[in-house]
């Protein structure tokens, strides 16, 4: 399960630029995961600039 | 409630693609909406504003408010520390992009198109495979369904508006840059001198840069290869690289951003719709600049646009003129540039130590890009298969 962490993000939007899935949303000081269309590839969390983006179990 | 408005065509994004596009099209007196999620246009910005002024002079007329500085020569630092100091044949300044990006804005409005801040586009009115519109969200979250033939995707890096026209536009990890920057001032008094680092373990996959802003002030940042992301942060590398760098620097503020690094979109529109800047992975894959690609573009779609409109011919046939242009203009070059990151992000450390310790050992001299990647060349024969599309007669596919 994708975590954004809302406090570290700087909403640059990398994330979804890799995202297969069209599955986070973006605006312009919020992210959003859109769960049903997640696969779990952990690209946003790979290539998050600053770690934002959490794995939770 | 949701409202209903009409337009000739929406522009998603007030990037430098967008505020182009929307300025050629209410130019030919199109009505057209120019939106932007933020609050203010430019601000922020995820740049390192370096911009070389003779292609910028192609579409405007240079402000001085617009220029934090006039740069005056380039550096190159090997992973060994060594330099090479390339003479400038292309004046290159540093943009001041809150500025230039809120101009570009305002002279869209001039011409008369309409301005909505902090407003989001959540999707397309789509009927039978065209596009037909744009769902709005504005500033305090109510929805504004605007009927428009032509819709300009031009939503930067984090594009959704192609992806909802079918246009899939996701980038492959070998393919983006992440990007981390500081923009840092109580510096030694900075040269008016681009300088970039290159090295495995400065910037895997990517460089950083030292852009001059003011006599103190500098745009200190970093990209490295998605497909090297992982282990460190692009914010880890760039504190590294600060540490060890500009250790006397104060850190001011942040900014983290990606930049496409693919070749562009081969297929940048669709019935209704045409995708420009980063949106449609227009920037130079070698250096990741996206500014000029982005200005071309605005300018093409926007008029390519204003006539499909006033012929009311919004069909694939009629847009494709759009790519038709993209591709005689930049198109050729940029796939070409994209070849050549494939191949440079290739080149391990001790080639380009080695390239800067035979170029250092000419001696100075008219130092140029092209010098510089002859002497690598000569230190790494294989590269010529890698890049080897360059040498066709016609210049490659």
Redesign the interface.
């Known amino acids: 399960m994708i975590i954004f962490r809302q406090d570290l993000c700087?909403h640059?939007?990398?994330c979804?630029?890799?995202?297969?899935q069209?599955a986070i949303v973006?605006?312009?000081r919020e992210i959003y995961l859109v769960e049903e269309r997640c696969d779990g590839c952990q690209?946003c969390l790979?290539?998050?600039?600053?770690?934002a983006v959490e794995v939770q179990r | 409630m949701i409202t209903s408005r009409q337009v000739d065509a929406v522009v998603v994004g007030a990037g430098p693609a967008g505020s182009m596009a929307a300025t050629k099209l209410a130019e030919r007196g199109m009505k057209v909406f120019l939106v932007d999620?933020?609050?203010r246009v430019g601000v922020p910005v995820?740049c390192a504003e370096g911009v070389g002024k003779l292609g910028l002079m192609k579409y405007v007329t240079l402000r001085p408010q617009w220029i934090s500085a006039e740069i005056e020569s380039v550096r190159l630092y090997a992973p060994n520390g060594d330099h090479v100091q390339l003479s400038q044949n292309t004046q290159g300044v540093i943009l001041d992009r809150m500025v230039f990006d809120g101009d570009l804005a305002t002279g869209a409005v001039e011409a008369g198109a309409e301005l909505l801040l902090?407003t989001?586009a959540s999707g397309l009115l789509m009927d039978r495979g065209c596009v037909q519109g744009v769902y709005l969200q504005g500033p305090s979250g109510e929805k504004i369904t605007v009927g428009a033939k032509l819709i300009i995707a031009a939503d930067?890096?984090?594009?959704?508006v192609a992806?909802w026209a079918g246009i899939d536009?996701?980038?492959?990890?070998k393919d983006?840059e992440?990007?981390?920057q500081y923009f840092m001032g109580g510096l030694e008094p900075v040269p008016p001198r681009c300088e970039f680092y290159f090295g495995h373990h400065v910037a895997p996959g990517g460089y950083a840069w030292i852009f001059p802003k003011g006599p103190n002030t500098a745009n200190v940042g970093l990209g490295i290869s998605?497909n090297h992301?992982?282990r460190r942060?692009?914010?880890?590398y760039l504190d590294a690289f600060v540490e060890r760098v500009v250790p006397g620097g104060e850190k001011r503020s942040?900014?983290?951003?990606?930049v496409?690094v693919s070749r562009p979109l081969k297929k940048a529109y669709a019935p209704g719709l045409l995708v420009v800047g980063d949106a449609a992975r227009q920037s130079n894959a070698l250096s990741g600049g996206g500014i000029i690609p982005a200005l071309e573009a605005g300018c093409l779609a926007g008029e390519v646009a204003a006539q499909a409109l006033a012929e009311e011919d919004l069909s694939e046939r009629s847009l494709s003129r759009y790519q038709r242009a993209w591709n005689r203009s930049l198109g050729r070059s940029y796939a070409r540039y994209y070849r050549l990151k494939e191949a440079v992000v290739r080149l391990p450390d001790e080639t380009l130590n080695a390239t800067a310790r035979a170029l250092r050992a000419k001696g100075s001299g008219q130092l140029n890009l092209f010098r510089v990647f002859m002497t690598a060349l000569r230190k790494r024969p294989g590269l010529i298969l890698d890049i080897r599309h360059l040498f066709l007669p016609q210049g490659g596919s």
């Open positions: 700087d640059c939007g990398t979804l630029s890799v995202c297969p069209d973006l605006y312009e690209r790979i290539v998050c600039p600053v770690r | 999620k933020r609050s995820r902090q989001y930067g890096v984090e594009s959704r992806r536009s996701t980038l492959a990890m983006v992440v990007c981390a998605g992301a992982g942060s692009a914010k880890e942040f900014v983290a951003g990606g496409p």
